[in-house]
């Protein structure tokens, strides 16, 4: 006889079943998303399906928070479901500045995935709220690990974006043109002859790899600096609770890994001049290194800053 299925488990824990109302939405999203990326056109229903799943996982962390009593950052079931608010919040804010069917195709498998590692690989212990251990027991575990956290969420989904550079336009160069009169176009001044002429004005829209690349640059660039901040955060924290500004923990070196590659990035396109593809396959292999920083670390669990999985206690 087949055991019955867990409907009062889900009852008895909300937390949960949000985590998982968040996920069907999500994957609802992936489809409708790929299917209006073929078509073309920015879709509606995906936005608000997108927001709806937002909502979803605001309510799961607040109401983690309000049965914890602390922060909802504190295990790996906790911060996977953050790193998919962060990631659904800043698919939101880029498809505000730029109407695509590209951002909901290139951002929503990252907040997928991250609910779905949650909600159905995690063993049963890291999804239980546990009291903090006295280190964590500061205001700088707000502080520390949501700035940390967001600027996950944007480098990675400006790193998505990036690898979007890759496969669009392939037979066309890139050339970025500053914006003068709002995202997706330029003014080009044009003199006649004669000392005597007017100066005409013309726009030129931005192609779809050139304004990929724009948005991806200005989401890495908040998620760089966001980094930055949780870094030197996270260094007087340390100090505080351990007496050490930096001990070369595992999660610390990666972190530092991270922030080297990105400040690589940056310094390709502001210093070097570099644009379109080559900095896009710089933030492709930040994807690598936040994938190690975040979740190798944890699989090993190793360090100061492990939650603790599988091979660790």
Request: proline share 5%.
């Amino acid at each position: 006889m087949l055991p019955p299925f867990p409907v009062p488990d889900l009852l008895n824990d909300p937390v949960l079943g949000l985590g998982l109302l968040a996920f069907g939405l999500l994957l609802l999203v992936l489809p409708l998303a790929f299917w209006s990326l073929s078509g073309g056109r920015s879709s509606t229903v995906v936005r608000l399906l997108v927001a709806a799943a937002n909502l979803a996982l605001t309510a799961q962390l607040v109401l983690r928070w309000w049965d914890s009593g602390h922060f909802p950052i504190s295990n790996l079931y906790e911060s996977l479901c953050f790193l998919a608010w962060g990631c659904t919040i800043t698919q939101l804010i880029v498809e505000r500045a730029w109407c695509s069917p590209l951002v909901p195709a290139a951002a929503t498998p990252m907040a997928l995935g991250c609910v779905a590692f949650a909600s159905f690989a995690l063993p049963d212990q890291l999804q239980q709220a546990s009291p903090l251990v006295p280190a964590l027991r500061s205001s700088w575990l707000v502080m520390h690990v949501s700035v940390i956290m967001l600027s996950y969420a944007a480098l990675l989904v400006g790193s998505l974006l990036s690898v979007g550079v890759l496969f669009t336009d392939r037979q066309q160069s890139l050339e970025l043109r500053s914006s003068s009169i709002g995202s997706g176009a330029f003014r080009q001044a044009a003199l006649a002859g004669d000392p005597g002429a007017t100066l005409n004005l013309s726009s030129s829209q931005f192609r779809v790899s050139e304004q990929l690349d724009s948005l991806s640059y200005r989401t890495i660039t908040v998620g760089f600096l966001l980094l930055s901040v949780g870094l030197v955060s996270g260094a007087v924290w340390a100090n505080e609770a351990w007496g050490s500004w930096w001990s070369w923990d595992p999660k610390e070196t990666w972190a530092l890994i991270c922030w080297l590659v990105y400040a690589a990035y940056l310094h390709t396109r502001l210093i070097r001049g570099w644009q379109g593809r080559k900095p896009a396959v710089v933030a492709a292999c930040g994807l690598v290194v936040i994938a190690v920083c975040y979740i190798g670390v944890n699989l090993l669990g190793i360090g100061l800053h492990s939650y603790g999985w599988f091979f660790g206690s």
